[in-house]
Protein backbone atom coordinates (compact mmCIF):
# COMPACT_ATOMS: atom_id res chain seq x y z
CA UNK A 1 0.00 0.00 0.00
CA UNK A 2 1.56 3.30 -1.09
CA UNK A 3 -0.18 5.19 2.02
CA UNK A 4 1.66 2.65 4.61
CA UNK A 5 4.88 2.51 2.50
CA UNK A 6 5.48 6.19 3.05
CA UNK A 7 4.39 5.91 6.47
CA UNK A 8 7.57 3.92 7.06
CA UNK A 9 9.48 6.37 4.31
CA UNK A 10 9.79 3.50 1.83
CA UNK A 11 9.55 4.83 -1.98
CA UNK A 12 6.65 5.01 -3.19
CA UNK A 13 5.52 6.25 -6.86
CA UNK A 14 3.85 9.45 -5.52
CA UNK A 15 3.30 11.11 -2.80
CA UNK A 16 0.32 9.60 -1.22
CA UNK A 17 -2.52 11.82 -0.15
CA UNK A 18 -5.94 11.64 1.48
CA UNK A 19 -7.85 14.33 3.41
CA UNK A 20 -8.90 15.14 7.25
CA UNK A 21 -12.83 14.77 7.23
CA UNK A 22 -13.11 13.57 3.76
CA UNK A 23 -16.27 11.87 4.77
CA UNK A 24 -18.95 14.18 5.12
CA UNK A 25 -21.54 17.09 4.10
CA UNK A 26 -19.56 18.15 1.11
CA UNK A 27 -20.34 15.43 -0.48
CA UNK A 28 -23.97 14.90 -1.73
CA UNK A 29 -23.73 11.25 -1.84
CA UNK A 30 -22.90 11.30 2.06
CA UNK A 31 -26.32 13.47 2.65
CA UNK A 32 -28.16 10.97 0.72
CA UNK A 33 -26.63 8.54 3.44
CA UNK A 34 -26.69 10.37 6.68
CA UNK A 35 -30.52 10.58 5.49
CA UNK A 36 -31.09 6.65 5.73
CA UNK A 37 -29.64 6.96 8.65
CA UNK A 38 -31.87 9.38 10.56
CA UNK A 39 -28.85 11.72 11.96
CA UNK A 40 -24.94 11.74 12.88
CA UNK A 41 -25.02 9.37 15.64
CA UNK A 42 -27.01 6.55 14.18
CA UNK A 43 -24.97 6.42 10.52
CA UNK A 44 -21.87 5.73 13.53
CA UNK A 45 -23.91 2.87 14.74
CA UNK A 46 -25.10 1.72 11.67
CA UNK A 47 -22.05 -0.52 10.42
CA UNK A 48 -23.42 -0.88 7.29
CA UNK A 49 -23.79 2.47 6.42
CA UNK A 50 -20.68 3.89 8.29
CA UNK A 51 -18.64 1.44 5.79
CA UNK A 52 -20.36 3.06 2.71
CA UNK A 53 -19.56 7.09 3.76
CA UNK A 54 -16.07 5.56 4.82
CA UNK A 55 -15.40 4.46 0.89
CA UNK A 56 -17.14 6.94 -0.78
CA UNK A 57 -14.04 9.51 -0.89
CA UNK A 58 -11.97 6.42 -1.71
CA UNK A 59 -14.28 6.03 -5.23
CA UNK A 60 -15.22 9.64 -5.43
CA UNK A 61 -11.85 12.02 -4.77
CA UNK A 62 -9.22 9.03 -5.75
CA UNK A 63 -7.17 9.45 -2.35
CA UNK A 64 -4.92 6.84 -1.29
CA UNK A 65 -6.51 5.70 2.15
CA UNK A 66 -10.15 5.43 3.48
CA UNK A 67 -10.45 7.16 7.15
CA UNK A 68 -12.79 4.95 9.42
CA UNK A 69 -16.15 7.02 9.43
CA UNK A 70 -17.12 7.86 13.12
CA UNK A 71 -16.33 10.39 15.67
CA UNK A 72 -13.57 11.12 18.67
CA UNK A 73 -16.55 11.82 20.55
CA UNK A 74 -17.90 8.17 20.32
CA UNK A 75 -15.90 7.26 23.75
CA UNK A 76 -17.13 9.96 26.07
CA UNK A 77 -20.49 8.61 24.88
CA UNK A 78 -19.90 4.92 25.31
CA UNK A 79 -18.53 5.99 29.01
CA UNK A 80 -22.24 6.33 29.44
CA UNK A 81 -22.05 10.36 29.03
CA UNK A 82 -25.38 11.80 26.90
CA UNK A 83 -24.38 13.43 23.95
CA UNK A 84 -26.50 15.28 21.42
CA UNK A 85 -25.43 17.07 18.06
CA UNK A 86 -27.67 19.68 17.06
CA UNK A 87 -28.04 21.92 14.17
CA UNK A 88 -25.69 24.62 14.15
CA UNK A 89 -24.25 24.20 17.35
CA UNK A 90 -22.38 20.98 17.15
CA UNK A 91 -21.75 18.72 19.59
CA UNK A 92 -23.58 19.43 23.76
CA UNK A 93 -22.95 16.89 26.67
CA UNK A 94 -25.92 18.41 28.83
CA UNK A 95 -24.34 17.00 31.45
CA UNK A 96 -20.30 17.58 31.88
CA UNK A 97 -17.59 16.51 33.87
CA UNK A 98 -16.64 18.38 36.75
CA UNK A 99 -15.92 16.67 40.16
CA UNK A 100 -14.11 13.71 40.65
CA UNK A 101 -17.65 11.36 41.43
CA UNK A 102 -18.52 12.35 37.84
CA UNK A 103 -15.17 10.96 36.64
CA UNK A 104 -15.60 7.83 39.24
CA UNK A 105 -18.99 7.86 37.48
CA UNK A 106 -17.51 7.14 34.09
CA UNK A 107 -17.50 3.57 32.66
CA UNK A 108 -13.98 2.50 32.18
CA UNK A 109 -14.49 -0.12 29.91
CA UNK A 110 -16.19 1.88 26.47
CA UNK A 111 -14.41 -0.15 24.15
CA UNK A 112 -16.19 -3.03 24.75
CA UNK A 113 -19.15 -1.30 23.90
CA UNK A 114 -17.95 0.26 20.70
CA UNK A 115 -18.52 -3.03 18.75
CA UNK A 116 -19.98 -1.01 15.78
CA UNK A 117 -17.00 0.59 15.01
CA UNK A 118 -15.10 -2.67 14.90
CA UNK A 119 -17.81 -3.85 12.46
CA UNK A 120 -17.21 -0.85 10.23
CA UNK A 121 -13.94 -1.15 9.97
CA UNK A 122 -14.35 -5.12 9.20
CA UNK A 123 -16.44 -4.05 6.33
CA UNK A 124 -14.50 -1.50 5.15
CA UNK A 125 -11.55 -3.48 4.94
CA UNK A 126 -13.67 -6.48 2.39
CA UNK A 127 -14.85 -3.75 -0.04
CA UNK A 128 -11.48 -1.56 0.24
CA UNK A 129 -9.05 -1.91 -2.99
CA UNK A 130 -6.26 -3.93 -1.69
CA UNK A 131 -3.53 -1.10 -3.03
CA UNK A 132 -5.59 1.44 -0.11
CA UNK A 133 -4.77 1.67 3.64
CA UNK A 134 -7.86 2.32 6.13
CA UNK A 135 -6.93 4.65 8.61
CA UNK A 136 -8.66 4.22 11.97
CA UNK A 137 -8.50 6.90 14.93
CA UNK A 138 -9.46 8.36 18.31
CA UNK A 139 -9.56 11.91 19.69
CA UNK A 140 -6.34 12.91 22.14
CA UNK A 141 -7.11 12.35 25.85
CA UNK A 142 -7.19 16.00 26.13
CA UNK A 143 -9.19 17.19 23.59
CA UNK A 144 -11.85 14.89 24.12
CA UNK A 145 -11.51 15.67 27.92
CA UNK A 146 -12.31 19.46 26.21
CA UNK A 147 -15.60 18.16 25.16
CA UNK A 148 -16.35 16.33 28.36
CA UNK A 149 -15.76 19.22 30.76
CA UNK A 150 -16.58 22.13 28.60
CA UNK A 151 -19.88 20.88 27.63
CA UNK A 152 -19.41 21.07 24.18
CA UNK A 153 -17.20 23.10 21.71
CA UNK A 154 -15.85 26.41 23.33
CA UNK A 155 -13.77 29.66 22.30
CA UNK A 156 -12.44 30.39 25.63
CA UNK A 157 -11.76 26.82 27.27
CA UNK A 158 -12.90 28.73 30.80
CA UNK A 159 -13.57 25.68 32.41
CA UNK A 160 -11.34 23.28 31.73
CA UNK A 161 -8.36 25.60 32.16
CA UNK A 162 -9.92 26.36 35.45
CA UNK A 163 -9.07 22.64 36.14
CA UNK A 164 -5.47 22.79 35.03
CA UNK A 165 -4.53 25.62 36.75
CA UNK A 166 -6.74 24.80 40.01
CA UNK A 167 -6.89 20.95 39.86
CA UNK A 168 -4.29 19.48 37.79
CA UNK A 169 -5.36 16.21 39.93
CA UNK A 170 -8.73 16.59 38.77
CA UNK A 171 -7.63 16.80 35.05
CA UNK A 172 -4.85 14.01 35.52
CA UNK A 173 -7.63 11.18 36.45
CA UNK A 174 -9.81 12.18 33.82
CA UNK A 175 -6.95 11.96 31.10
CA UNK A 176 -5.41 9.09 32.47
CA UNK A 177 -8.94 7.33 32.29
CA UNK A 178 -9.62 8.42 28.95
CA UNK A 179 -5.95 7.61 27.72
CA UNK A 180 -6.61 4.00 29.04
CA UNK A 181 -9.70 3.75 26.74
CA UNK A 182 -8.47 5.10 23.97
CA UNK A 183 -5.38 2.30 23.93
CA UNK A 184 -7.57 -0.43 24.20
CA UNK A 185 -10.13 1.35 21.91
CA UNK A 186 -7.29 1.78 18.96
CA UNK A 187 -5.70 -2.24 19.60
CA UNK A 188 -9.31 -2.96 19.08
CA UNK A 189 -9.17 -1.01 15.68
CA UNK A 190 -5.91 -2.62 14.34
CA UNK A 191 -7.36 -5.70 15.35
CA UNK A 192 -10.62 -5.42 13.25
CA UNK A 193 -8.48 -4.42 10.13
CA UNK A 194 -6.75 -0.81 10.52
CA UNK A 195 -3.46 -0.04 8.94
CA UNK A 196 -2.51 2.87 10.51
CA UNK A 197 -3.92 4.65 12.90
CA UNK A 198 -4.25 8.93 13.89
CA UNK A 199 -4.79 10.70 17.03
CA UNK A 200 -6.30 13.93 16.38
CA UNK A 201 -5.51 16.74 19.15
CA UNK A 202 -7.91 19.15 17.77
CA UNK A 203 -7.42 21.61 20.96
CA UNK A 204 -3.65 21.66 21.35
CA UNK A 205 -3.13 25.29 20.61
CA UNK A 206 -5.56 26.24 24.13
CA UNK A 207 -2.38 24.97 26.21
CA UNK A 208 0.50 27.11 26.51
CA UNK A 209 3.60 25.25 26.37
CA UNK A 210 4.57 23.61 29.44
CA UNK A 211 1.13 22.43 29.88
CA UNK A 212 0.72 20.89 26.72
CA UNK A 213 3.45 18.76 27.15
CA UNK A 214 1.89 17.80 30.51
CA UNK A 215 -1.83 17.45 29.82
CA UNK A 216 -1.42 16.66 26.18
CA UNK A 217 1.29 15.75 24.20
CA UNK A 218 2.66 13.10 27.10
CA UNK A 219 -0.42 11.30 26.90
CA UNK A 220 -0.58 11.13 23.31
CA UNK A 221 3.20 9.44 23.49
CA UNK A 222 2.43 6.83 25.64
CA UNK A 223 -0.82 5.97 23.52
CA UNK A 224 1.59 5.74 20.67
CA UNK A 225 4.06 3.79 22.28
CA UNK A 226 1.93 1.39 23.68
CA UNK A 227 0.91 0.40 20.13
CA UNK A 228 4.37 0.35 18.49
CA UNK A 229 5.53 -2.33 21.25
CA UNK A 230 2.47 -4.46 20.15
CA UNK A 231 2.10 -3.60 16.87
CA UNK A 232 5.04 -2.32 15.05
CA UNK A 233 4.21 -2.56 11.76
CA UNK A 234 1.20 -0.14 12.26
CA UNK A 235 2.09 3.49 11.77
CA UNK A 236 1.01 6.05 14.48
CA UNK A 237 0.49 9.36 13.33
CA UNK A 238 0.04 12.43 15.62
CA UNK A 239 -1.62 14.97 14.68
CA UNK A 240 -1.49 17.85 17.58
CA UNK A 241 -3.26 21.39 15.90
CA UNK A 242 -1.94 24.83 16.19
CA UNK A 243 1.62 24.26 18.21
CA UNK A 244 4.24 25.67 15.89
CA UNK A 245 5.45 27.24 18.30
CA UNK A 246 6.23 24.10 20.46
CA UNK A 247 8.02 22.11 17.71
CA UNK A 248 10.95 21.99 20.10
CA UNK A 249 9.64 19.92 22.40
CA UNK A 250 8.12 17.20 20.27
CA UNK A 251 9.25 13.65 20.95
CA UNK A 252 8.43 9.63 21.62
CA UNK A 253 8.43 6.57 19.36
CA UNK A 254 6.03 7.09 16.65
CA UNK A 255 5.72 7.34 12.41
CA UNK A 256 3.83 10.09 11.28
CA UNK A 257 3.74 13.59 12.75
CA UNK A 258 0.55 15.87 11.23
CA UNK A 259 1.50 19.46 10.24
CA UNK A 260 -1.50 21.71 10.79
CA UNK A 261 -2.00 24.82 7.79
CA UNK A 262 -0.76 27.40 10.93
CA UNK A 263 2.69 25.61 11.09
CA UNK A 264 4.74 26.89 8.03
CA UNK A 265 5.81 23.19 5.81
CA UNK A 266 9.35 24.41 6.22
CA UNK A 267 9.81 25.05 9.98
CA UNK A 268 8.02 21.36 10.69
CA UNK A 269 10.73 19.84 8.13
CA UNK A 270 13.51 21.68 9.99
CA UNK A 271 12.27 20.90 13.62
CA UNK A 272 11.07 16.82 12.49
CA UNK A 273 11.59 16.20 8.96
CA UNK A 274 14.72 13.90 10.14
CA UNK A 275 12.86 12.10 13.07
CA UNK A 276 9.35 12.09 11.54
CA UNK A 277 7.51 11.89 8.15
CA UNK A 278 5.38 14.46 7.71
CA UNK A 279 1.98 14.72 6.95
CA UNK A 280 0.11 18.23 5.23
CA UNK A 281 -0.62 20.69 5.22
CA UNK A 282 -2.82 22.56 2.76
CA UNK A 283 -5.10 25.70 4.24
CA UNK A 284 -8.62 23.58 3.35
CA UNK A 285 -9.60 27.18 2.35
CA UNK A 286 -7.79 27.04 -0.53
CA UNK A 287 -9.96 24.38 -1.90
CA UNK A 288 -12.69 27.19 -2.85
CA UNK A 289 -10.60 28.24 -5.35
CA UNK A 290 -8.82 26.42 -7.73
CA UNK A 291 -5.96 28.40 -8.94
CA UNK A 292 -5.35 28.88 -4.64
CA UNK A 293 -5.58 25.20 -4.80
CA UNK A 294 -3.09 24.82 -6.87
CA UNK A 295 -0.67 27.29 -5.97
CA UNK A 296 -0.93 25.84 -2.35
CA UNK A 297 0.21 22.45 -3.43
CA UNK A 298 2.88 23.59 -5.91
CA UNK A 299 4.11 25.37 -2.79
CA UNK A 300 4.20 22.11 -0.39
CA UNK A 301 5.48 20.19 -3.05
CA UNK A 302 8.62 22.34 -3.27
CA UNK A 303 9.24 22.46 0.05
CA UNK A 304 9.09 18.81 0.87
CA UNK A 305 10.17 17.38 -2.62
CA UNK A 306 8.57 14.24 -4.53
CA UNK A 307 10.08 12.34 -2.17
CA UNK A 308 9.98 10.11 0.68
CA UNK A 309 9.12 11.56 3.98
CA UNK A 310 5.96 13.22 2.88
CA UNK A 311 2.11 12.48 2.81
CA UNK A 312 0.08 14.99 1.27
CA UNK A 313 -2.88 16.46 3.42
CA UNK A 314 -5.14 19.32 4.25
CA UNK A 315 -3.64 21.19 7.48
CA UNK A 316 -7.30 20.67 9.11
CA UNK A 317 -10.81 19.07 8.03
CA UNK A 318 -12.79 19.61 5.01
CA UNK A 319 -15.29 22.29 5.86
CA UNK A 320 -19.32 21.25 4.28
CA UNK A 321 -19.57 23.66 1.53
CA UNK A 322 -15.85 23.35 -0.28
CA UNK A 323 -16.30 22.38 -3.76
CA UNK A 324 -16.26 18.52 -4.33
CA UNK A 325 -14.74 19.37 -8.03
CA UNK A 326 -11.85 20.75 -6.58
CA UNK A 327 -11.11 17.91 -4.05
CA UNK A 328 -10.84 16.07 -6.73
CA UNK A 329 -8.36 18.60 -8.75
CA UNK A 330 -6.30 18.41 -5.19
CA UNK A 331 -5.61 14.73 -5.44
CA UNK A 332 -4.73 14.30 -9.17
CA UNK A 333 -2.45 17.36 -8.82
CA UNK A 334 -0.71 15.91 -6.21
CA UNK A 335 -0.20 12.19 -7.83
CA UNK A 336 0.59 14.23 -11.46
CA UNK A 337 3.15 16.32 -9.72
CA UNK A 338 5.18 14.00 -7.47
CA UNK A 339 5.20 10.65 -9.94
CA UNK A 340 8.77 9.56 -10.02
O1 LIG B 1 -12.25 12.34 8.55
C1 LIG B 1 -13.26 11.66 8.25
O2 LIG B 1 -13.80 11.73 7.13
C2 LIG B 1 -13.75 10.63 9.24
C3 LIG B 1 -14.76 11.00 10.13
C4 LIG B 1 -14.53 12.00 11.26
C5 LIG B 1 -15.61 12.75 11.79
N1 LIG B 1 -15.18 13.42 12.88
C6 LIG B 1 -16.97 12.77 11.22
C7 LIG B 1 -17.88 13.86 11.57
C8 LIG B 1 -13.43 12.30 12.04
C9 LIG B 1 -11.99 11.80 11.89
C10 LIG B 1 -13.84 13.19 13.06
C11 LIG B 1 -12.97 13.70 14.12
C12 LIG B 1 -13.43 14.77 15.00
N2 LIG B 1 -14.67 14.95 15.55
C13 LIG B 1 -12.59 15.77 15.53
C14 LIG B 1 -11.11 15.88 15.26
C15 LIG B 1 -10.83 16.45 13.92
C16 LIG B 1 -11.14 17.92 13.77
O3 LIG B 1 -11.90 18.24 12.88
O4 LIG B 1 -10.55 18.72 14.53
C17 LIG B 1 -13.36 16.59 16.36
C18 LIG B 1 -12.89 17.81 17.12
C19 LIG B 1 -14.68 16.05 16.37
C20 LIG B 1 -15.84 16.53 17.16
C21 LIG B 1 -16.96 16.92 16.28
N3 LIG B 1 -17.74 16.03 15.57
C22 LIG B 1 -17.44 18.22 15.98
C23 LIG B 1 -16.85 19.49 16.53
C24 LIG B 1 -18.51 18.07 15.11
C25 LIG B 1 -19.42 19.12 14.56
C26 LIG B 1 -18.74 19.73 13.40
C27 LIG B 1 -19.73 20.29 12.40
O5 LIG B 1 -19.18 20.70 11.37
O6 LIG B 1 -20.92 20.30 12.62
C28 LIG B 1 -18.65 16.70 14.82
C29 LIG B 1 -19.64 16.08 13.91
C30 LIG B 1 -19.09 15.34 12.74
N4 LIG B 1 -18.09 14.42 12.82
C31 LIG B 1 -19.56 15.41 11.41
C32 LIG B 1 -18.81 14.48 10.67
C33 LIG B 1 -18.97 14.12 9.22
C34 LIG B 1 -20.68 16.29 10.92
C35 LIG B 1 -21.95 15.59 11.25
C36 LIG B 1 -23.01 15.79 10.24
O7 LIG B 1 -23.70 16.81 10.31
O8 LIG B 1 -23.18 14.91 9.38
Known sequence: MVFIDACF??????TPVWLMRQAGRYLPQYMKVREKAGDFLSLCKNPELAAEVT????????????????????????MGMELRFEKGEGP????PVRTMEDIDALYEFPEERLTYVYETIKLVKKRLPKDKALIGFAGSPWTIATYMVE???????????????????????LLIKVAEAIKAYLIKQIESGADAVQIFDSWASALEKDKFFEFSWDYMVEIAEFIKERYPHVPVILFPKGIAGYLDGIYGKFDVFGVDWGTPMELAKEKLGDR??????????????????????????????????????????????LPVENAKYLVELVHDLTRR
Open 55 to 78: LQPVEILGVDAAILFSDILVIPLE
Open 151 to 173: GGGSKSYAAIKKKVYSEPEFMHA
Open 9 to 14: RKKTPY
Open 92 to 95: VFPK
Open 276 to 321: YVLQGNLEPARLYNRDETRVGVEKIIEVMGAKEGHIFNLGHGMMPD
